[in-house]
């Protein structure tokens, strides 16, 4: 039997463990390149308590998610080892074990939930079977069984019609419903150490709430220790018992939850705190535009937008239901504006995106620069993609991993026949240094990079055009807080440049409020309140656009909230069969253009 089988089995209880569940001294981790090793950890030590919940915090590149990886040892092979230091997981040194006496450890006594799902998750095999080999691996449940408790951990994370996810792959998801698969995953069988890197990034503020509350009842319930890396400093507040801010490989300060936030010690500490955006903080602070009007400035107009993709089933695959995944939505963005697009993963936001940026078909009107994209031929469309860029919500997925990061970023450029090699090469340098990266980075590979530095990647690949309108989908949600504020105020400085204007689409509300100019909240595919970015959060009229704002964590630990704010019930499925309805909101005018659905 596999070790830790015991304590999965229903009714069963958790092991008493003495001392601390994961204790590790002087970690060190190398990783050989061009130029020899070079440390990306230095002599890190920590313990971890039964039942506490451990934030490390830090930049992107600072050594959190490959301390991680080699407590799950899981280090990318060969150029990456643990140099020196233990890590003991109760009396279990995971420094000296095999491959094969880990793999039996590994997510039943101690799991991890992945920053990236798209990379994590295989995508030729569908998520049942995913989400069920792990369990069939470390229990005695049949398949039957395996499958059930795959479908209750769907639905412990909100995945509506978990059982019809089981037979779908995960290009068939989105983003955020894709990390939601891999937390369920993690959770399933029930760990004693939890190591969640990066778990709710891709995740709306309501979904986010909620996952960190279903990790407080599995500490509650099964004692369960918790390390949570994350840039996000309000979850830090609302979760930690401890933090450790890492930088460049090292620990540069440890200490309760309370005494980081009010009274840091290191610069560093100091710098980051600073740099988180809050609630209440952008409301005021410039002017907002007035609701919008349909005049020929407008850099983009949307009008009446439907997007719905057939579904095949039976033994003939004939379309036997669709999914509503954009019913009626209209807006317009004007130069040198910021439009917020927020709502739950799968409402809607970022296949009203690709519609925009023309990579799904759709009915409707787009006019983008006084020209309907319907009615273009292909050179007229090529010339509209010049103007209209996007920033895709998962880096690694939109990168090609053959191609040098510099090739990724002048690629744009190539294309349109824009300046000389060396003017390229010129322009392509200075992007990467406003964008927080080096010129020396450009010959390195997408894989080579962190998380947060792909997107980065992105963003500078997405301006090298100097285009009109840029559509950002989370295009902040990887960084961390010092380096997205300054990427935020990069953004905001090109625009006060080349007023360049944003579709700018985020579940961070706080992120919202500190740069847009209008706010349109969607739910199931529709737009349910729209209006100024003041009106929007002070005044906001609709219930669901409450529940989100009340759904940010506070980043402050004196105001932790005891629970997290829920929705009601369930998001309905968008998906309907052929001849049904879609569901309609009815939608009525609120004083001062400031637009908020009746209905749902």
Partial sequence: ????????????????????????????????????????????????????????????????????????????????RISSGKIHLGDTDLADLDERRMRRIRGDRIAMIFQEPMTSLNP???????LTESIEAHTSLSRAEARQRGIEALKAVRIPEAESRLRQFPHELSGGMR???????ALALKPDVLIADEPTTALDVTVQGEVLELLRDLQRQHGTSVILITHDMGVVAEMADRVIIMRHGRMVEEGTTADIFARPQADYTRELL??????????????????????????????????????????FGRVTRRVHAVEG???????NETLALVGESGCGKSTTAKALAGL?????????????????????????????????????????????????????????????????????????????????????????????QRQRVCIARALALRPKLIIADESVSALDVS???????????????????????????????NISDRVAVMYLGQIVEMGTRDQVFSNPCHPYTRRLIEAVPVPDPARRRSRFARLDQEIPSATRRIGEAPLKLALQDIGNGHLVAAGG
């Fill in 124 to 130: 030729v095999l569908s998520i049942g079977r995913q």
């Fill in 179 to 185: 990390q939601r698969v891999m937390i369920a995953m």
């Fill in 329 to 335: 939505v209209s807006f317009s963005i004007a130069p």
């Fill in 360 to 452: 799904v078909p759709y009915s409707g009107d787009i006019v983008v620069g006084g020209r309907n994209l319907s009615g273009l031929g292909r050179d007229e469309r090529k010339a509209v993609r010049r103007d209209v860029q996007m920033i895709f919500q998962d880096p690694f997925a939109s990168l090609d991993p053959r191609m040098r990061v510099g090739d990724l970023v002048a690629e744009p450029l190539v294309i349109h026949g824009i300046a000389s090699r060396q003017e390229r090469s010129q322009r392509v340098a200075a992007l990467f240094e406003r964008v927080g990266l080096s010129a020396d980075q450009m010959e390195l590979y997408p894989h080579e990079f962190s998380g947060g």
């Fill in 274 to 315: 600073a740099a988180v955006p809050r609630i209440g903080s952008g409301v005021g602070r410039q002017k907002s535009r007035d609701v919008e009007t349909a005049t020929p400035a407008n850099v983009a107009m949307v009008k009446d937008l439907h997007v719905r993709f057939d579904l095949r089933g039976g033994v």
């Fill in 483 to 513: 380096v997205q504020a300054r990427v935020l105020d990069l953004l905001k400085e090109l625009q006060r440049e080349f007023g360049v204007a944003y579709l700018f689409i985020s579940h961070d509300m706080a992120v919202v409020e």
């Fill in 1 to 80: 039997m596999n070790a830790g089988v015991g304590k999965n089995r229903p009714g069963a209880t958790a092991p008493a463990m003495a001392g601390p569940v994961l204790d590790i001294a002087n970690l060190s981790v190398s990783v050989r390149g061009e130029d020899g090793e070079r440390e990306v950890v230095s002599n890190l030590s920590l313990t971890l308590a039964r039942g506490e919940t451990l934030c490390i915090a830090g930049e992107s590149g600072s050594g959190k998610s490959m301390t991680a990886l080699a407590i799950m040892q899981l280090l990318p092979q060969p150029a990456a």
